[in-house]
């Protein structure tokens, strides 16, 4: 099946300091690629949509200058937290649909990002 | 806009008892539906999923849900619950389309008592 890998699974930064985080889908070609962020104990809260080639498309209220998204090519999705501060701490999730894959959307397994 | 509302923030049953989890949905056309569960610390793992077709879907760890229109609800049911069904569940709704957003439901956090 589809396989999303996403790197690193934690990180811990300085505060200031930017981060990056990758999602590459190993066994599919993803054009659209969804960069979602969980709170603890609350839901998935969608970030941006990343397409290949193209401008991320940021949801309302989500910093596009501080959340850099690139996606250079149909495997590899990256989010970079720029100027991180503690209040970015986060759990990031990656997602990545796929019209071979009987389960559609498929998540990678997330980074917990904590700025000191 | 979409939306999805899991009324139970937090449910606890004993092992072996049966288990439903409430999903309702808002959704302006025809909703692509979905439940994943997550463990802490990991990503969402499908549980099953609908699109079309029979409203009774099975998915996987023995997980059913039944997809009713005229109520607008995609409850996740099982017979018998196990002690590693303990964890997060999400419903969510999309467009089905791969460049469709999904919208997620707040979640609801499962715990088994032995």
């Known amino acids: 099946g589809a396989v999303v890998s996403q790197h690193p699974s934690r990180v811990i930064c300085k505060s200031g300091t930017s981060v990056k985080i990758e999602c590459r889908s190993l066994?599919?070609?993803?054009?659209?690629m969804f960069w979602y962020r969980q709170f603890p104990k609350k839901s998935l809260m969608l970030m941006a949509t990343?397409?290949?080639?193209?401008?991320?498309?940021?949801e309302q209220g989500v910093e596009k200058d501080k959340f850099l998204i690139n996606h250079a090519s149909l495997t590899l999705s990256t989010l970079t937290v720029t100027s991180a501060h503690p209040e970015d701490s986060s759990f990031y999730i990656c997602s990545a649909y796929s019209t071979g894959s009987l389960d559609g959307y498929t998540f990678g397994s997330g980074t917990r990002l904590t700025v000191v | 806009a979409q939306s999805v509302t899991q009324p139970d923030i937090h449910i606890t049953v004993s092992e072996g008892a049966s288990l439903e989890l409430r999903c309702n949905y808002s959704y302006g056309a025809t909703p692509y539906l979905f439940w994943y569960v997550q463990s802490p610390g990991q990503g969402l793992q499908l549980l099953l999923k609908y699109f079309s077709g029979d409203t009774l879907v099975q998915g996987i760890k023995g997980f059913e849900a039944e997809f009713k229109r005229s109520q607008s609800s995609f409850n996740l049911r099982k017979p018998s619950v196990h002690w590693s069904d303990a964890a997060e569940y999400f419903c969510a709704v999309g467009a089905g389309f791969g460049n469709e957003k999904l919208t997620f439901g707040t979640g609801t956090r499962l715990t088994i008592i032995p």
């Open positions: 990343s397409n290949e080639g193209s401008k991320a498309t940021y």
């Open positions: 066994d599919f070609q993803a054009t659209t």
